[in-house]
């Protein structure tokens, strides 16, 4: 073989290989897959690497393959960007995530530059706030969930002493200023306001301070892991609580940490989409392979599930056809059937109340 | 005043814990002259000790909660030491005698290696610990607020107590503790009488540990949650009350513990908790302004 057809044949490999590796679609996840919230991480790794199996047991999208891609922000801010910068060199057609508002906001400017459509379920107000085109939130947000805690708080915690407090992220902070918001609607007015600093382990100090205010009802803005230590450090001061927060509360390393005394914390989610009677083959599909699709697995799915549905409807997975088609239409998944406003809200989102009861969390009136 | 006298216990609850970890600077500083940095990473490894020891025994089916306890203390206080033993011998003995910046450097890279081995051996997860201990007595009621002390607490300020008076009796009375203090003084003359200077520094990393490990079952029992960076936080805190009691002094460890575990308490009580490390660090710039030896600590006397 003379050096012409050498350099020919590796022309025609490397094509050949180019194009293999060009029928691969790679969409994104984003969210915690390390540090103190890495459990919800792994919700939505879990439940996006099922849809995208899936998918493509059904052909995939558009004749190509999904490769999912997965990135960890560990909630950082800084993290997520540089998290959105790789996966914009890895060329992803479609993001779900970030988890933590705090990411998803910084992050999705990142996005939005490099034109690359993403679905979160972050819930501040800010993530689809400020106009950017790119994301769609696939969850209600926390003036929708701070209204709906805070009439529970009005209807049915009558006469009981409030306090508000929150950890200081984007998230937190948005939820608990949300819920204090609707309690000055009800005319209610907290005993106190306070934040916290997320990730430190003694909290008795602000223990001691509800205590002194005779306290009962905790409205708390933040994360599973620091309502378990602030619940323990109740029960050891005999102060009985009864805490009311938002989706984060789903996760079930709550009453691992927190005891029996996860038994009052209720909280805001969508309703479940465990008992949708159109989820019911993908929860078994779960199940069976050993992972309960609790909190955010059936949501990671879905997202899944609207990409595909999108770019089959769009016929392509350009960035502009795909914003249009998801803009307009209305799509059938594990959640639900999702439609999106001008902003990238939901046009009906709903939240109820559920409360923790022996290691399960159920929907209450 | 019932809340004062509330804060007052949680304060010297967490005191006792930073106090605990500090005498592991100090001691160190006192008989090396540097700072091991990755001492409050030695203590967040005996709070992994801790967990996987309480769940071993909780597989095996030991149900008592005073026996788990003071198996779970033997175990981490023996695993720990070891850790303290092998930390020195890796980290800063090969460097006993180059420049001083080359330990202190060593021993920042012992943090990182620590924390991160724990983050991939464990997994970066926070580690809970199902409650135990969170009964308590109520020592009086004023109006609708009870003052409490849980057991938990009771315990963590008892077996203080008891370590400090069994600590200072070995570092007063005993034939180690005369040599720990003539390593302190001068170790070249230590060696010339006799002593084996290596085999003393290495006990006192020992000791180190295990009071750290004390703290860090403590802890693990009275909060319930433990990850991987734990260590950071509270290797900070305590260092901060090394320097804040003098450097290089035990009773000053101890005191420098006591005054920022109530500091923190009250400042989060009474003011806000969110400012709460900035007040701790305020007090703590104040004092070095007026003492720059801390509270307990003799100046240094250069030496001709």
Known sequence: MNKKTLLATCCVALMGMTGVAHADLAVGIAGPMTGQYASNGDQIRKGAEQAVADINAKGGVLGQKLKLEVGDDACDPKQAVSVANTMVNKKIVFMHGHWCSSSTIPASDVYNESQILMATVSTNPKVTDRGLKNIFRIMGSDDQQGKVGGDYIADHMQGKKVAVLDDKSAYGKGLADEIAKELAVKSITPVLRESITAGEKDYTGIISKLKTASVDVLAYGGYHTEVALLLRQAEQADLKLTVISGDTMTNSELVTAAGPAANNVMFTFAPDPRKNADSAAVVKEFRDAGVEPEGYVLYAYAAMQLFADAANKAGSVKYTDLRKAMASNTFNTVVGPLSFDDKGNLKSPGFVMYKWQDGKYDSVQ | ?304
């Open chain 2, 1 to 304: 005043m019932a809340q004062a006298l509330q804060q007052l216990i949680n304060g010297l609850t967490l005191g006792s814990v930073y106090g605990l970890i500090a005498i592991g600077y100090t001691m160190v500083y006192g008989i090396i002259g540097m700072i091991n940095f990755a001492h409050g990473d030695v203590y967040m490894v005996s709070a992994f000790i801790a967990v996987t020891t309480f769940t071993l025994l909780a597989a095996l089916g030991v149900s008592s909660v005073p026996l788990a306890l003071l198996v779970v203390l033997v175990v981490a206080v023996l695993f720990t030491s070891a850790y303290g033993w092998t930390v020195e011998r890796t980290a800063y003995r090969p460097l006993r005698n180059s420049t001083r910046l080359a330990p202190l450097i060593s021993a920042i890279g012992m943090s990182i290696f620590l924390q991160n081995m724990v983050q991939v051996t464990q997994g970066a997860r926070v580690k809970p610990v199902p409650p135990m201990l969170s009964d308590g007595i109520t020592l009086f009621t004023s109006g609708s607020y009870s003052v409490r002390i849980s057991s938990a607490q009771i315990l963590i300020i008892v077996l203080t107590v008891v370590l400090m008076a069994g600590f200072t009796w070995l570092i007063t009375r005993t034939a180690f503790g005369r040599q720990q203090r003539a390593c302190e003084q001068d170790r070249l003359v230590t060696a010339f009488l006799g002593y084996n200077v290596d085999r003393i520094i290495s006990l006192t990393f020992m000791i180190g540990a295990a009071l750290a490990a004390v703290a860090g079952v403590m802890v693990t029992m009275y909060y319930g949650v433990v990850d991987f960076y734990i260590g950071f936080v509270a290797g900070i805190k305590a260092f901060t009350a090394a320097v804040l009691g003098g450097v290089g002094s035990l009773p000053g460890a101890m005191l420098g513990g006591l005054i920022i575990g109530l500091l923190e308490s009250f400042w989060a009580s009474y003011l806000s908790p969110e400012y709460k490390d900035i007040g701790t660090f305020v007090i703590l710039i104040m004092v070095l302004m007026f003492r720059p030896s801390g509270l307990l600590g003799r100046p240094e006397v250069e030496k001709v």
